[in-house]
């Protein structure tokens, strides 16, 4: 039997309340689609390769950028919309050499989700989410203004975030300082709460810095997280960029389980205190990976992590940032591969079977990967974990 080339996605997107989302705007495309022209950073350089892509990203996704269609045909990302019951599809979608594929999902006043999903076996492949809703808020005249924003979550007393931009400090994407009003959109979650863990983005495969991003060697448990989107109040477009002397400082609250001493701090052994810090990473939106950054971009020279400070109802942990995506607290985990094998009662092998492992001793989800022609499907687990599939 010949190896099919093409596939069809499609899927649902309604909130958390199951109600259909109609209008969100689905993007489907090969992971690093943008990485392979976006510009890399210059020496000396406060902003990553995450910036850089993702500012790229924007730039092509933008709703009013001239040439929008030519320059997404370009990187070969193709786009469609919800309709009134939340569905979307993708037809013949052309099977990449590594089968994977990233679906992207945006709609304002919502996180954006994105999931890494492989294709195999000639089989369709369904991607259905649940979009979080973004606390929205205005700020008037921001180039003479400072942002400052304190976002309470949903789902439990410990999604809350801080956030705090100087004046003149945001950037269009010609890097000239933003004029006028804006929106700010945060959705911050708990990962210790398993409503809020579906919504993390893409995948927890990571990078440090100098490791390839494509490769993304590491897998994160995730401490605390939190989407921050700035867009113009009038035209729409996505501002992802601060003046690298001027950046943001951000600050998430713990979760229940570190606030009580329940989970120690894996570098000293005991409950975490005020002074601890914390590893602190960015989402690339066009490779579905995470980096680590620098949380303290005031010392180049040094890869500061963030840090865990006292606030007035608990510990929370606080960075700066110069881009925004989400933004995310994490420990690296020693991790192993699940390989899976799955056939029908007659003991044949099943193609095109979607496969998802859920950590359940730890706050991290495989991405979804798909049975190949002889039925196997390999996924990442975290070594030494309980997790289910």
């Known amino acids: 039997t010949p190896t099919a080339t093409t596939a ?27 990485a392979r022209i976006a510009p890399l950073p210059r020496a000396g350089s406060k902003y990553s390769r995450t910036a850089m892509i993702n500012a790229a990203r924007a730039e092509i996704l933008a709703p009013n950028a001239p040439n929008r269609a030519a320059r997404m045909a370009r990187v070969a990302i193709d786009s469609t919309t919800t309709d009134a019951t939340g569905f979307f599809s993708f037809t013949a979608v052309t099977i990449p050499t590594d089968g994977k594929v990233l679906v992207s999902v945006e709609k304002d006043g919502y996180a954006s989700y994105q999931e890494l999903v492989t294709l195999g076996g000639g089989a369709n492949a369904s991607v259905d989410a649940a979009l979080a809703e973004a606390a929205v808020t205005s700020a ?96 729409g477009e996505e501002y992802t960029t601060l003046d690298e002397t001027a950046p943001a400082t951000v600050k998430f609250k713990l979760p229940q389980d570190i606030q009580d001493g329940t989970t120690l701090n894996p570098d000293t052994g005991v409950a975490y205190v005020a002074g601890d810090t914390i590893p602190w990473w960015s989402y690339n939106e066009d490779l579905g990976v995470w980096e680590q950054e620098d949380a303290d971009p005031a010392t180049p020279a040094v ?67 798909v049975t190949d022609k002889n039925g196997d499907a390999k996924g990442i687990v975290v070594k030494g974990s309980t997790a289910t599939n």
């Not at 499609?10 to 943008?34: L, M």
């Not at 840090?307 to 700066?320: H, Q, R, S």
């Open 140 to 235: 008037a005249g921001v180039e003479s203004n400072p942002v400052t924003i304190a976002v309470n979550g949903t789902s439990s007393a410990n999604a809350k975030m801080d956030l705090s931009i100087p004046a003149g400090s945001i950037l269009d994407a010609s890097g000239n300082p933003v004029t006028g009003d804006v929106k700010v959109e945060v959705a911050v979650a708990d990962p210790s709460i398993d409503a809020d863990r579906s919504v993390f983005p893409g995948s927890f495969a990571a990078a440090t810095p100098g490791q390839d991003l494509n490769e993304a060697p590491e897998t994160l448990e995730s401490v605390a997280f939190a989407e921050i989107t700035i867009r113009d109040a009038v035209t």
């Open 8 to 34: 069809n996605v499609s899927g649902f997107i309604k909130d958390r309340s199951d109600i259909p989302i109609s209008g969100a705007a689905v993007y489907i495309q090969e992971p690093g689609a943008v």
């Open 303 to 369: 890869l500061d992590d963030a840090t865990v400070v006292n606030g007035a109802d608990g510990l929370y942990v606080e960075a700066k940032v110069v881009h925004f995506t989400w933004w995310n607290g994490d420990y690296p985990l020693t991790r192993a591969y699940l390989n899976i094998h799955v056939v029908n009662d007659a003991g044949q092998p099943v193609p095109g079977v979607q496969v998802r492992a859920e950590g359940v001793s730890y706050n991290t989800n495989a991405r979804v990967v």
